[in-house]
């Protein structure tokens, strides 16, 4: 079995007229950005750990305004990111196929105007810490989930760029789609109108198939890799991506299971 064929099409080479250095990118991500985000990641964890009672007492802040601001601003920025970047995914995985889409970084290196939204994905993870500073201003609790998936997800997408591992395009197209949902609904629900049930079980349903197809996708490139595919992934690459999947997977599934079929159990008991 001899490995496909990934190499760009003529018309697929470039992005005229749009200006970003993906080398030069990559660089400062690892020398300055990866440094200054294990700081933070630190820094977080203290704010965590600081906190573990503030829920308990003190007085809500009133921050439906900044609230909705901030859900509608990631929002917009995610729905614009999904526009940007599933267009390019769709493209690998349809037209040259799976095998390319988890063992060709084409999406760096052809395609800049994805690179560039890709490296801002990256970016907006720490912005993305405002989540939990909201939690805390109106004393609610912070779950292991929340915490654990904001703190890991930073130091993992940009080990990722830096090594412009080839399944990035799947966790960045994916995470832009769910999350350009995900803050929508939230800035609706802030607003004060009445959403039905079954759409945040919906969004949920697609964070677990987000982990799933993030699963598929690293295992894909795993199976190219040991039949010595050539495959733009490295051991640490499939290791890192495998482990942190497999958990969010079984972590959402366990936050889906508590707060929707536990509630429906006991509802049809009563």
């Not at 990722?160 to 995470?175: P, Q």
Request: glycine share 6%; with cysteine.
């Amino acid at each position: 079995m001899e490995a496909m064929d990934c190499r760009p099409e003529p018309e697929t080479e470039k992005s005229p007229g749009f200006d970003f250095d993906p080398q030069a990118s990559r660089k400062w991500m690892r020398d300055a950005w990866m440094p200054f985000a294990v700081v933070v990641v630190l820094l977080y964890l203290l704010l965590v750990i600081w906190s573990r009672g503030l829920a308990k007492g003190g007085r809500k802040v009133e921050v439906l305004v900044p609230l909705v601001a901030w859900n509608g601003g990631l929002a917009i920025f995610s729905a614009v990111g999904a526009w940007k970047v599933f267009p390019w995914f769709y493209f690998v995985l349809f037209s040259r196929g799976f095998y390319c889409s988890v063992c060709s970084n084409s999406y760096m290196t052809e395609s800049r105007e994805t690179g560039y939204w890709i490296f801002l994905f990256v970016l907006s993870k720490i912005p993305e810490l405002g989540d939990t500073v909201f939690l805390l201003l109106k004393r609610q609790p912070l779950t292991f989930l929340h915490c654990y998936h904001h703190a890991t997800v930073i130091l993992f997408t940009a080990h990722i760029y830096v090594d412009f591992a080839a399944t990035g395009i799947w966790f960045c197209a994916l995470n832009y789609v769910v999350h350009a949902l995900m803050y929508s609904y939230y800035t609706v629900r802030t607003m004060g109108f009445r959403v039905p049930r079954w759409i945040a079980k919906v969004i949920t349903c697609l964070q677990i198939l987000q982990m799933v197809l993030g699963t598929a996708a690293t295992a894909g490139a795993f199976y190219y890799k040991i039949r010595r595919f050539p495959c733009q992934m490295n051991g640490v690459n499939i290791v890192v991506s495998l482990a942190l999947y497999l958990s969010y997977w079984v972590l959402f599934s366990i936050f889906f299971r508590n707060s929707y079929v536990k509630t429906i159990s006991k509802c049809t008991t009563q």
